[in-house]
């Protein structure tokens, strides 16, 4: 069941999503509401699991990441338990950002970030490859990546 949200729950994250470092006074005086009864509208949002976390967004090279890429991965077989293995041992690899179970001609789209192309090319022959479940690859370089600030708000209007 999908929880209600009113305006005023619209607005906190909206608020939120543009600025996660407000304080609750600041976003409580920007939605018009106390900032005991904003607390609680934020703490409610969080224990539902609607508001899932605060990020920063760092700047990849400064973490030594010189390359991103998207692996396109199709499976040879296409069972639950298979997908939910590969999912698993794509998560415990570092170099995932994140990763797209799709339709269509590859299985996953899988967002990785390495230091340059040998570290590419090891990855994609050390965790893929090698992989018992993986029919084939296909890899595609980032030039850039850019994220809006907010999710489409479908809810109202």
Same mark, same amino acid.
């Given at each position: 069941?999908? &929880?209600?949200?009113?305006? =005023? $729950?619209?607005?906190?994250?909206?608020?939120?999503?543009?600025?996660?470092?407000?304080?609750?006074?600041?976003?409580?005086?920007?939605?018009?509401?106390? &900032?005991?009864?904003?607390?609680?509208?934020?703490?409610? @949002? !969080?224990?539902?699991?609607?508001?899932?976390?605060?990020?920063?967004?760092?700047?990849?090279?400064?973490?030594?990441?010189?390359? !991103?890429?998207?692996?396109?991965?199709?499976?040879? !077989?296409?069972? *639950?338990?298979?997908?939910?293995?590969? =999912?698993?041992?794509?998560?415990?690899? *570092?170099?995932?950002?994140?990763?797209?179970?799709? =339709?269509?001609? /590859? %299985?996953?789209?899988?967002?990785?970030?390495?230091?340059? &192309?040998?570290? @590419?090319?090891?990855?994609?022959?050390?965790?893929? =490859?090698?992989? &018992?479940?993986? !029919?084939?690859?296909?890899?595609?370089?980032? /030039? %850039?990546?850019?994220?809006?600030?907010?999710?489409? $708000?479908?809810?109202?209007?």
């Amino acid at each position: 069941m999908k &929880p209600a949200l009113d305006r =005023t $729950d619209r607005a906190i994250l909206a608020k939120l999503q543009k600025d996660a470092r407000l304080s609750n006074k600041e976003l409580a005086v920007a939605v018009g509401l106390a &900032p005991s009864s904003c607390l609680v509208r934020v703490q409610r @949002l !969080q224990r539902e699991g609607i508001l899932r976390g605060f990020h920063a967004f760092v700047n990849p090279a400064a973490l030594g990441v010189g390359l !991103q890429a998207l692996i396109g991965v199709q499976l040879k !077989q296409h069972s *639950r338990a298979k997908v939910k293995a590969f =999912t698993q041992h794509l998560l415990g690899l *570092r170099e995932v950002v994140a990763l797209y179970h799709v =339709t269509g001609a /590859f %299985d996953f789209q899988v967002h990785v970030a390495v230091r340059g &192309p040998e570290h @590419l090319r090891d990855l994609a022959l050390d965790a893929f =490859t090698s992989r &018992p479940e993986v !029919q084939s690859l296909q890899t595609a370089m980032l /030039f %850039d990546t850019v994220w809006k600030d907010q999710w489409p $708000d479908y809810g109202e209007g």
